[in-house]
């Protein structure tokens, strides 16, 4: 064997370019750290542990004064690849990727706040992110306030009290409430709040929440992150401070870490997001359109419609209405469930996000944990379905829609 194979040689000491890239650029090349071997595509580091050549940079690794690798659980090359690719996207200052979006969405919050805090959240929201707010920390006496709609005045009365932290999810699932985010960023600065945002529905092709006055974003990147249905996986951005002192401390010590086999479908995945997530948007906001011309649909919720009550918002913040639709029959659950039972193309599946086409009926599957009352605030009923439009010819989409009409 060569001595070549042996060690670390880092092959990508090129410099860098001199003027600033487009993020469908980062989406190719942030990150990309190549090994000694000079190879193309991002290599998978399937490994938890890392050796040292003395002891004496032992000690220095763990006293943080090295970049050298230590243990899976704080930080792997090939986690890294995805995620300073993903921060280079977002144009946030760093990212920790974690197992699921779900340990994202927790330690995101979790990190911030301590017995007797209050959180202030838009009443729209995934529901294991409602359980989170609602069920788990008020065990530990944190306590949520919900807020619903956007009127300026119903947020600034909810963030006149000490606020830690607002958790806002915009486009929210499955009704696609959408929130202003720079007005409620606004206020809860005032008050000395973090804001978190929950961008998977928008995903970073199409929202960049920093860019109006959010402090962090959380993502699953199960949904248009790998967009392929394959892994499971989150992911925390914000400020070198918020994730060095508030998030890296939680993190590392309750280890919610992301596999290295996932990052690097992720970081992989990445390379294509833009593409796909615009393709999907494209279709949706067609089908959208269709669907609202239909006697068998009393409303269609999507945010690229000028009839959606926060239409002008999203025409502010996003750069599209999304990929996912929610729709509500004229009819009773007994229709909505015919209707699905009749689709040839698009699957009844849980899931949103993935290059397949995804129709769930929320009430009875995504959000049964919650209430009738809970499920009736979010706009939930028997009759309301929730499309995940994915990457399929439209016109086959459409096909396949009107004739289970
Ligand atoms: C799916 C989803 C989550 C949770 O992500 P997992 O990867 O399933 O843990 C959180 N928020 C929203 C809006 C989601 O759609």
Redo the contacts with the bound molecule.
Sequence with gaps: MSKRLWGYQPRNERPEPSWELHPDTHAIRAGLARSGFGETSEALYLNSGFTYSSAEQAESSFADETDHYVYGRFANPTISMFEQRLAAIEGAEFCVGTG??????FASVACLVKAGDRIVASAS??S??YVVLMEILPKWGVTTELVQGNDPEVWAKALSLPTKAVFL?TP??PMLEVVDIRMVSDLAHKVGATVIV?N??ASPVLQKPLEHGADVVMY????HIDGQGRV???AILGSESYIKEQLNPFIRHTGPSLSPFNAWVLVKSLETMSMRVKRMNNSAQLIAEFLESRPEIKSVRYPGLKSHPGYQTAQRQMDGGGSTIGIEFAGKQNDTFKFMNALRIIDISN???DSKSLITHPASSTHRRLSPEVQAEMGITGSVLRLSVGLEHPEDLLRDIEQAL
């Design positions: 699921s979006g779900m340990s994202a969405m929201m995934f294991s992110c999810e929210s699932n929950d998977v529905m699953s990147a199960t949904k499971l996986a989150g899931n949103l996000g």
